[in-house]
C-alpha cells in the first residue's frame, strides 16, 4: 500500500508512510489503524490548507492520500480458511430459491472472519471521505432541504470533491451512506457490490459516474441526485429496491442490461441527454410517471414482468421502446410524444393504457401483440400504425380522438376468442366519437373491422375543422422557430410560455371537438 503512494512532501513523506502501513497492518489493534485513518485525513487535509505551495502540488499530495484509501478499500477480504465455509442462499421475497451468494462465514451462528476489524475499519475510511467530499448549502438552511438546494444549484462542494475516487470492485459488506456528496471530478465504483444498503442520494456528479457491472443485495437510493456529465450504469444486478426519484441527468446516461429484481421507482426524473435503458429485465414493477426526456431515449427490448408505468411522462425525442414484453399492465396514459414513438414488435399481455396521450409524431405498434388497449381521448397529429399486430383479446378503445395524420390496420388480425365474441354482440374496436384526416390514407382491415368505409361511430374532419387545425398548427410552428432561435433572457422565457400556450391551444381543439369538457379534465 505504501510502495503504490507517490508522495511529495518532504519531512511529511515520512508520517505519512507510517500512517499508510499501520492502516494495512492487520497485527495492529483496530482503533489504532482508525487513528491512522485519521492521521492521514488531517495531513491530506493540511497539505491542501498549505498555501506556500502552488495548488497544483497541494491537490497531487492530498490526491496521493486519497488514492491510497480508495486502493485500501478496493483489497479483497483477507481470506477464510478452506473448507470452513457454508453457502447460504439467496432468496427472492417469496420462497423461490434464486441463487447461491459468496459466504463470508465459517460456520453456523459464527463470526464473519475479521469482521471485528476490518468492516468496522473499511466503514471509517468512507465514512472519512465521505466527511470531506459532503457539500454544504451555499446560503446556508438545513440540509433537510436538499433536493431545494441541489435544484437551485445552490450547494458548496466539500474540502476534497475536487479530487478523483476511484472505488471500482470494493466489495462493501457494510451499509454505505454517500448521501450529499459532491464528485467534482470524477467517480468510479464500477464493479462495486454492497451486501447492506447503498445510499448515494442527493449528490452532484459534475464529471463522468461510473457505476458499470455493480451488484446491490439491498436498497439502492440515487434520488434527488444531479449528473451534470456521463453516467454509466449499465450491467448491474440490482437485488433490493431501488430509489431514484426526482433525478436530474444532464448529459448521456446508459442504464442498459440492467436487472431489477424488486421494485424500481424513477418517477419524476429529467433526463436532458440521451437515455440507453435498453434490454433491462424489472422483475417488479417499474415507476417512470412524471418523467421527462429532453433528447431521445431507447428503452427497447426490456422486459416488465409486473406493471410498468410511464403515466403523465413526456419524450421530447425519437422514444425507441420496440421489442419489450409487458407481463402485467403497461400504463402510458397522459403522456405526450413529441417526436416519434416506436412500440413495434411488441407484446402486451395485459391491460394496456394510452388515454389521454398527445402524439405529436408518428407511432408505430406494427407488428404488436395487443390485449384490452385503450387509446380514447388521445389526439394524434402525424401518423399511427398498427400493420401486422394481433388483438389477443378485450376490448380495443379508441373513441373520443383525434387521427389528424392517417391511421392504418393494414394486416391487422383478432384473436379467434375476440372474434366469437364480436360475433356474439360485444363490438371489440371502438371508435366512437372520432374524427380522421380525409387527406391521409387510412385502413381499417378485415376482420378486425367488418364492413366498408370508416368505423361506426366516426366520421371524416370538415374543411372548415382543417383550416382550423392548420392554422393552429402554423401558429405553433412559427412560435417554436422564433423561441429556438433567441437569445437567452426574459425575452425568450416570454416565448416558451407563449409556445406552451399554442401547444395547449391545439390539445384544447381536440378535446372540444370530441366532447371534452375542458383541458383540466385531462
Known sequence: MVDAVNLHAGGCADRAAEALARVGDTAVPAVSRMRAVDELAALADEWLADTSVVEQARNRRAQDIITALCDYLRTPYPSEPQGQGREPQHRSSGSETTEKEPSFYTGEGETPPNSTTETPLRQHILGTIHQRVRWEPAFGGARKNAARHLERGAVTPGPWSHLVFDFSGAEFRHTVNLSESYWGAGANFSGCSYRETAN?????????AHFTASTYYGKAIFRNSVYRAAVHMSGCDYRGQVHAQATVYEAETNLSENTYREGADCTRSTWRGHLNASGCTYRRAANFAECTWGCDVTLAGCTYEKDAVFMSTAFHGTAHMEGCTYRAGAYFSYSEFRGDADFSSSVFRHDTEFVGCRWRGS???????????SFEGSSHLRAITFRGTQFSGGRCVFDRSVYAGGIDFTGAAQATSTAQERAAGEPQVSFTDCFLNPHHENYFAHPVFTGSGLPAGSRYLTPEEMGDLADRLAAYASAA?????ASEGPAKEALAARVC????????????LTNRASYSDW
Open 363 to 373: 407511432a408505430d405498434l406494427s407488428g404488436c401483440t395487443l390485449h384490452h388497449v
Open 481 to 485: 422557430q422564433t423561441y429556438h432561435d
Open 501 to 512: 400556450n399554442l401547444d395547449n391551444a391545439i390539445d384544447q381543439w381536440a378535446y372540444a
Open 200 to 208: 448515494l442520494s442527493a449528490s452532484v456528479y459534475a464529471a463522468a
